[in-house]
């Protein structure tokens, strides 16, 4: 922490600074200039709230030197993180593509869309069962039902499920069904389910809050590797900005910032990040050459009659050519896509 | 609805978008201009995403022509919501005053605060006793221990309480000791926790979340409504905005756009709104003079040695200033501050 | 300046950097902590770019340690600043109000309006001759035409006079009739304006900018000091926010920060600040009790048919009615509103 | 234009809304529901403020139904413009790449970079000569001195010029140098200048403003096509979000929104983007992938001499190596890289 004391301050307001500063477990160092003193103050508690100095008498400004997060930090862990998901590596050399409906809505549709995502190079199906609504009068998903339904498909494609937990008291529930537990953008701040998910033994995949800062996901990511489960998976999907024409504002540039400050591997969500179908590849091919671990994308076998973001759901077809162009980018980056994903070759799960 | 179509709009586009939400039982109006045609649809589902007509062949833009809540509003509701807390009123004649500790730490930090805020003519206490940490390594509350403390000083004082429940599974704990239950900015899109509290019959504190437009937070006070309790009390605590110099900008429009849009009290959170000690007075002031029906405050008998939020934190003179302030200001709006809270007489919880 | 190394710097960089601060004229100061080297550099450029030392190898994070602005600084400056107009002082213990038509529409619009305000207790008169609209094809304004009729309502109810000055090419005729040139938000940055304006002997009226943050209105201020005119006046009127039933929303909070930043008086402008005629009054009476040292405010004598702003004038009863609630507000801050505008007594100009 | 009764409103306040929107030069339809009507207004002015309709009585809400802008939409004109300097085809099914420093400095540093750039693949230079910067003091560019070695050096590499023009005072001497004219994000509201360049011959290129909405962005560029200069290039740069590890956050999203809406090409600025070295080359590659029609670099000879913004230029091999990745991305959007380009053959200026 560094402390800017005041042009005008007087030595006696910098010694009763050091002095507490000292108290509380902080090493001081001074720099006196020709018009200001700054005080270094390093060690003490990472969580220390810097507004109580930043009130006290004398001091203009303060400034913190240290990350607030630390075990999802570069610094803590320089190479790196590769989620493993049975054989599939989240984070390594190859890009994992997720695919599948926003919500499960029959057996029928959730077979046919995961059969087509997994022809045209998926190797995770998406799909939820426990809907965050903004509105109590919309469709809040089928529960149990439609876990057993997107695992079924998933089975029967040898795919990997990915699908949302709302809720501690849903984590045994769909933890039961799913391969990777995904918190929504809503949650990313509920402290309660991250801590609990912090105890469990799934890959997370976390989203962004709509309009948080990358350091306060960080933190969040935070509190589920101190609670002992390492396998954290970042995913992008959009924030809050004065555009109306898009739904949210894709944030392209948190996919290498993420990599220079985390080891984490970051998934890029182009279906939430700009939610109308016609803008969803653009966006899909963007984060991919802005360097991507994976995509999550929303497909539907029949989007018009979707009871949940059919408007951002793409066709079979549209899909399978997004793939393609995807698989031109790869190099570009000096990957290439999953390779399972290119030969259908069966995943052990 | 109103589904704007392209210049260029064939009969055929025009006819399959009619009949399309024909079926999705609107009733279609269809106006031809100059230029563009103009459908009307009136009826269907509230929670219908208008996005699905978006992408129809030929329609350039879609408008809703209703507001997405309905218990919330004042269409159905015309007359103010008085939320009654024992002999308290909110949204009543008389501004109410909440004030007391961020969390609390002791017994004789409760009980010194408790007495000094009720002295200066605050009649419901404020405090927490779970915290929601934005690091996991912050404080985060005495829990029961917490509660207990702030219960003791609210019966000592005569006064009102109000605690944060940050989950579903503190509701009955925190109950048991709570007048009014909060729900904190993280939490107001946590459905599953809200649609909980629309089953109890305590007042819920519903906080705005940080980048929430006032349509959401009344969705979310809809999932409260539309469970059974109608006692919700809105609470404007600041929005994030692109200032660094304060902690959130205090949204004042709030207060009066809410009273426009919704038959709900609203108050409002100064020390939160700005986040640090010298502005909020100026704050409560304003946010009073633009018509709010509480204030909640925070106040602290010691802010330096506080565990959470002493930089926001006034001190108890402080207060007792700001109180004097108020009553000036409190009849260009046309009400006067409780008089319980000025006179200090009993009040029968 | 501070520089933050990674915890994994090497002394050769630490000694790099060391090096090319002291080239660039810095003072700089070690301090080793036990993870990590923190280095403050002292004296050097105010405007010294500091991400070139961000890119620099073994450098983690820099923080800058002054205001980039100095002459509107408070530690530049530490009384405040009387903008005198005449007889008016703007920024000493009178509150004083301008008010007015948007734009200069006709002579009797012109007059008509000025005489309601005055009588209500306005001493500024407010009005438009050169509007920036958002749309080519939206009425751009009277020019000179409209100056005169201004001029002529000022000088006929004994009323000073604000207009706005668009570009430098109308500094100079704008200045012929009004007695405060007014630089509006999307201006904020035009510098080549700025620093015109610095060579005026006028006192400026300097809106903040939609998004500008308060720093960097500041900044805009700086350019107008450091030209040699020292009569700026700052003006806050509404920032851009997620929020779409307001037309902006109202930075209240700016004016107690400015008043700690700063030296310079600050003016609210509710009319812009919320942009909807029902919410103007809430606002102006919020601006008045969080210490605002003027208002200004959009009257109409007509609002239904005005060119421009109208849903957002008032009408000159609602505006008599918002002055009363104005005068009981005013002793809460310790001050009062103008006398010359309650008493109407006449003004030398 | 739609307007939304209240569900309360009366027949005689329907008609009063009625009669007025008739006056104005609207059609006006009616659609009554069994719990509102909707009025349908079409024609009347483009321009019309519907707040005027907003604060009627009876009104609930109105919305606008035809985009404010008209030349630049693509109802307008359904096919892409290309704008064409000298061979150059901007907007084509070839990418320009412009590159080169943020100001002209010295006359080697701008011959050795436009040396380095054209090498690499570039075929515009950019460069400025009066700089837009945030404080009176920092370095505010060489003037005319610094446009006559931009031009030299361009002539030298037979490189086209692109180079910022602030005000009207400047458009005679930069467009002597220049081949295309900037306008900076500061300006791009500044109506006096789009107005001015509308009536010039020379190609524009416009900054998106760091708030600006993408209708606002293009209402901007209808202020310079409306004066009858048809060859507008828009410029997305990055907006303002509350991230603050980067010092803007490039909109990538914008540029398929600007191809649905507009007939306009777009340029993709990663360098003021993104605003840091290590991160320009990934939103560089996004923005390729996204389908921007051009890309704008900064590029210098020495960026840790650079008198501006040498933290976010490229050193000239970093600048190579992305022309190669570039070149692999461009088949997956169904085109390629400049030829003139790639085989640095001589385009004749």
Redesign the interface.
Known sequence: M?I?M???ATEEQIEEVTQSLAKLGF?V?R?T????T?L?A??G???F?Q??V??MDGV??V?R??E??KLASR?FKPERTVVQVGDLRIGGDEVIVMAGPCSAETEEQVGETAAAVKKAGASVLRGGAFK????????QGLGEDGLKMLRGAADDQQMKLVSEV????QIELVGKYSDILQVGA??M?????L?ELGRTKKPILLKRG??A????WL??A??IL?GGNSDVILCERG?????????N?????????VH??SHLPIVADPSH???????VA??A???????ADALIIEVHCNP?QAM?????SLYPDQFDRLMG??R??A???GRSICRESLHGKALLR
């Open positions: 560094m800017v005041q042009e005008q090493d160092h720099s200039g020709a018009l200001r700054v270094g390093i060690g508690n990472r969580t709230d507004r109580l930043e009130v203009s400004e400034h030197i240290t607030p997060y610094t965050p609504r903004s509105s109590p009068y919309s469709f709302m809720d501690i008291s809503r949650n701040q509920n402290y309660t389910l801590r709509i309009s800062t990358i350091e306060e933190l969040s935070e509190y101190a924030i809050r900005t004065f555009e109306t024409y898009t739904r504002t894709m944030d392209i540039s948190a996919i290498p910032v220079k400050l990040g700009i939610g109308i179908r016609d803008k653009p966006m091919r963007a984060s991919l050459a802005a360097g018009d949940s973001d059919g408007a951002q162009e995807l031109i980018i190099p570009a980056i």
